[in-house]
Nanobody, 115 residues
Framework: QVQLVESGGGLVQPGGSLRLSCAAS????????MGWYRQAPGSERELVAN???????NYADSVKGRFTISRDNALNTVYLQMNSLKPEDTAVYYC?????????WGQGSQVTVSS
């Protein structure tokens, strides 16, 4: 079993920055993919960014140039640095990890961008 613990959400003004962290623990051999999704009220959950095996990184078009995903293999932790935040970035952000065919989700972190 794999546990994911997220941290770093909160309230920030437009143009501000936040960093989300997701620490994975449990029986982990290697990740197939680690990343972040978000879900705004009334909307479906969508991919924000992920790192897949081999190191390829994908970003949603709406966050390119503003968000950066990174990973610390020694700590089994994935980060999402969010800069130049906009009100439309407001959502619950979820960490997602895939080990082979099994997917695990974090508990969700609220990010609110408002003045």
């Amino acid at each position: 079993q794999v546990q994911l613990v997220e941290s770093g959400g909160g309230l920030v003004q437009p143009g501000g920055s936040l960093r989300l962290s997701c620490a994975a623990s449990g029986r982990i051999v290697s990740f197939s993919a680690m990343g972040w999704y978000r879900q705004a009220p009334g909307s479906e959950r969508e991919l924000v960014a992920n790192i897949v095996s081999g190191g390829n990184i994908n970003y949603a078009d709406s966050v390119k140039g503003r968000f950066t995903i990174s990973r610390d293999n020694a700590l089994n932790t994935v980060y999402l640095q969010m800069n130049s935040l906009k009100p439309e970035d407001t959502a619950v952000y979820y960490c997602r990890v895939r080990l082979g065919l099994t997917v695990y989700w974090g508990q969700g972190s609220q990010v609110t961008v408002s003045s």
